[in-house]
């Protein structure tokens, strides 16, 4: 059949732009302007540029989202063109996949979901369903066509969405960071399947990606762009990365053979500040039909939290790590067991930490969230920083020359009267951290923990953020992580605890190194 | 190796094998939302105990074979449960007729929201909004709006619980005092709707990246209609006039404007 050989048979699309611009409304500069560049057909294109480069609104308008009836809104200038046509009259050509494979599902079951793209395509409903197994089979989806949607892991929802792409058949795929928001295993999962499915495929292809060194064998073909400008660097891969190697990873992109050197004073390590006893814990509560019951998910965990030491949590998504993090830092009670304060912690309360009141916690304990939006309080930065200290009781001037120190050392100076929702991920994320130390140089914070700190960030913010984290361990505070991230761990982590099958293991510090050797060897 | 099964989020959900195992399941939704407007419409006139007794008694029948579960029957029945007993309650102290008419109220009230209940809980999302689109001719655009916001429900409730983490880990806690606790409820309810709307958003983006709305769309599943979904639709009406017959000869039959 004609049909099934459709997919390598379609040849790849043409994409031209030129002096092609845009501005989301609203905004008074361009993310991007004046870009020139033509793609050839079949060309593997990697898009690089700094954090806000506009790199993400590029790709939406490839897919012929930013037209005039499309989802995104702003002004455009120049042209741009896919296979002669402007892009959001040919949508449908081009098939797109995003970071956030959450956000990317439609449907409750996974051969609906693959469905749904052939479906608003008009495709006969007699050769849907072909399309559908083929796409599965592509991705080496490992569950039939009913399997719900929502008992996916993240790099099997992100492997359903690829799948959901190359259902609708394009001749140019859009890939916009598509593992960055998955864990080792799920991001190597998804790695092997766009390996084979280049294989196999004449279509073009543009590739938006933060980990260079993760990506560079799937394409020929390396485009920069400046923020607020056109292409500054395009070219095989190896020429660009040798004449722009440097300046590109001073602007944030992390590139492979110039990743970030943090300063780290070392860990002057302590005695214990926080102690989980036997904790055990349970998923949340749902309400609805034919809900799976709540079920143990961490089951006799003992973890100690030391002061002036580092302490990882690692271990596969949806192990518990998150869960564990709330419970160390008092914000939610354990099934069973306990997390007691020890040492000086414990001289400002006896109480398990679950009991303290919130203020109290908060001057002792800080925690950064993965979602940096989840805690903020106020309407603008500056008001976010004076938040705890005032609460804490510092005095107005005091306050000020505190909260205008940490904006300086955290680059938000220029932002401090801006709305915190409307920052950049790298801001956002400073922020964050910075609302959790706001309560004073005296009194910072005994314990930090954090959720996934570094998870999408450049490399500039990567570097301050463990500086930051490094200088408040000199300083003999502990830090709690839970992390992905290898670079991290190799550099920041004292301890670490894999968290793993309900349980919670400490890792010996020789394995920790072995398992580090790997890790550079790979990349 | 990531986890097989990360905790199931989708509560929305029907089991991979359609939950066929239960009888009522097996029809075509907008068949048994038909049933359920039916009653429920079909005992507006009757304000009786014995009409909306009987009609109640054949639907609470059906329970065993629909695949509701006692702990989901509980939380969405119990509001309407709660309705009925109250509104039985106020018509015993006010109204006109006594127990006779408050014990008629109640059974009423149960019998319309049963039937409805029912037909939502045993049917699958995804068959729901292919039966209203294909059968009832329900506009496209909307049931799927609904059926992806379906889907981010479960995600919702989590966001919910990680916002009201993030404010204690703050040192936002309203403790005791009543004030307090409403203004810091609706702090966390617009934090919630902002990120909701920002989920939303993302999600309506996926979708239109999959050209949805760029032309006319074909239909993957067939909404198939069975002569057991005519036949439901029958019983229902065949009930519905037992309830009243029976009701008129046993002259216990009272009309809502007699």
């Known amino acids: 059949m004609a049909e099934t050989h459709g997919r390598t048979a379609r040849p790849g699309a043409r994409v031209e732009l030129s002096g092609w611009g845009w501005r989301h409304s609203g905004r008074g500069e361009y993310a991007l302007r004046g870009v020139d560049l033509v793609v050839e057909p079949g060309e593997r294109v990697l898009l690089l540029g700094a954090s806000g480069a506009g790199k993400s609104t590029l790709l939406h308008s490839l897919a012929g989202l930013t037209g005039e009836d499309g989802a995104i809104s702003g002004d455009q200038e120049g042209t741009l063109l896919v296979d002669g046509e402007p892009a959001d009259r040919g949508r449908g050509a081009a098939g797109l996949v995003s970071q956030d494979p959450e956000t990317q599902l439609v449907m409750a079951r996974a051969g609906d979901d693959v469905a749904f793209g052939p479906e608003n395509l008009g495709v006969d409903p007699g ?40 259902a609708m058949r394009p001749r140019l795929l859009l890939l916009d960071e598509p593992t960055a928001n998955l864990d080792p295993a799920g991001a190597a999962l998804v790695r092997g399947v766009l390996t084979r499915m280049l294989a196999e495929t004449e279509a073009t292809m543009v590739l938006v990606e933060h980990r260079v060194a993760e990506v560079v064998d799937l394409v020929d073909r390396v485009v920069v762009v400046e923020p607020g400008g056109g292409v500054i660097a395009d070219g095989d891969p190896a020429a660009v990365f040798s004449g722009h190697g440097r300046s590109l990873a001073d602007q944030g992109v992390w590139i492979p053979g110039n990743e970030p050197l943090p300063e780290l004073s070392p860990a002057p390590g302590g005695g214990a500040l926080l102690e989980a006893v036997g904790v055990a814990a349970r998923t949340p509560f749902q309400l609805g039909v034919r809900s799976a019951p709540r079920r143990v ?43 007691l304060p020890r040492g000086p912690l414990a001289g400002a309360d006896r109480r398990p930490l679950a009991r303290w009141p919130a203020r109290r916690l908060a001057r002792h304990v800080g925690t950064v969230f993965q979602h940096a939006e989840d805690q903020f309080v106020t309407t603008t930065v500056r008001d976010e920083l004076r938040f705890a200290p005032l609460r804490a009781g510092m005095g107005e001037a005091e306050t000020d020359a505190w909260v205008g120190e940490l904006m300086e050392r955290l680059r938000l100076t220029r932002l401090a009267d801006v709305h915190p929702y409307t920052l950049s991920g790298g801001e956002k994320r400073r922020l964050s951290v910075a609302t959790a130390l706001s309560s004073g140089p005296s009194h910072a914070p005994d314990v930090l923990v954090l959720d996934e700190p570094t998870f999408g960030q450049d490399t500039r913010t990567w570097t301050e953020l463990v500086e930051l984290l490094g200088a408040l361990r000199a300083e003999g505070r502990a830090v709690v992580m839970a992390t992905h991230d ?15 099958d309900g349980r919670a293991v400490y890792a010996s510090a020789s394995a920790a190194r072995e398992a580090a050797a790997g890790r550079r060897t790979r990349g | 190796m990531g986890d097989r ?6 509560t929305l959900d029907a089991p991979e094998d359609g939950g066929l195992r239960y009888w009522l399941v097996g029809f075509n939704p907008a068949a048994k939302l038909l049933a359920a407007l039916l009653l429920g419409l079909g005992l507006v006139p009757a304000v009786d105990a014995v009409t909306g007794g009987v009609v109640l008694a054949g639907v609470l029948l059906l ?3 629909s695949g509701i579960d006692r702990r989901t029957l509980l939380v969405l029945g119990g509001p309407f449960l709660l309705m009925g007993l109250s509104n039985g309650l106020v018509n015993y102290l006010y109204g006109e007729h006594g127990a006779e008419g408050a014990l008629g109220a109640a059974v009423r009230l149960l019998a319309i929201a049963l039937p409805g209940l029912i ?20 506009p496209e655009r909307p049931a799927m709006g609904v059926l992806a916001a379906l889907r981010l429900v479960p995600l919702l409730a989590d966001q919910w619980r990680t916002i009201t983490l993030a404010r204690r880990a703050r040192g936002l806690e309203a403790g005791r005092n009543p004030v307090r606790r409403i203004t810091l409820f609706f702090g966390r309810l617009f934090a919630l709707l902002v990120r909701s709307i920002r989920t939303g958003t993302l999600l309506a983006t996926a979708m239109d990246a999959r050209a949805f709305g760029t032309g006319p769309r074909t239909r993957a599943r067939r909404s198939r209609w ?11 009406a065949l009930l519905l006039a037992a309830a009243y017959t029976l009701s008129a000869r046993l002259g216990t039959l009272v009309l809502l404007f007699s």
């Open chain 1, 486 to 500: 290898g670079l991290l761990l190799r550099h920041l982590a004292d301890a670490r605890v894999r968290v793993a």
């Open chain 2, 226 to 236: 069975r002569r057991a979904d005519t036949l439901l639709i029958a019983g229902a």
């Open chain 2, 5 to 10: 099964r990360a905790p199931d989020m989708l």
């Open chain 2, 119 to 138: 037909a939502a809980v045993s049917s699958d999302p995804t068959e729901m909004s292919d039966g209203l689109v294909q059968r009832l001719r329900v």
């Open chain 1, 127 to 166: 050769l849907i369903w072909p399309r559908v197994h083929e796409a599965l089979d592509a991705v080496g989806f490992p569950y039939g066509p009913r399997h719900s949607t929502g008992a996916l892991s993240g790099g099997e929802k992100q492997r359903l969405v690829i799948a959901g792409a190359l």
């Open chain 2, 63 to 65: 329970l065993p074979f």
């Open chain 1, 297 to 339: 998910v961490l089951d006799g965990v003992d973890v100690t939290v030391s002061a002036g030491t580092a302490t990882a949590l690692t271990g596969p998504n949806g192990a518990g790590k998150s869960t564990l993090l709330t419970m160390l830092a008092g914000l939610s009670r354990p099934h069973r067991g306990q997390v």
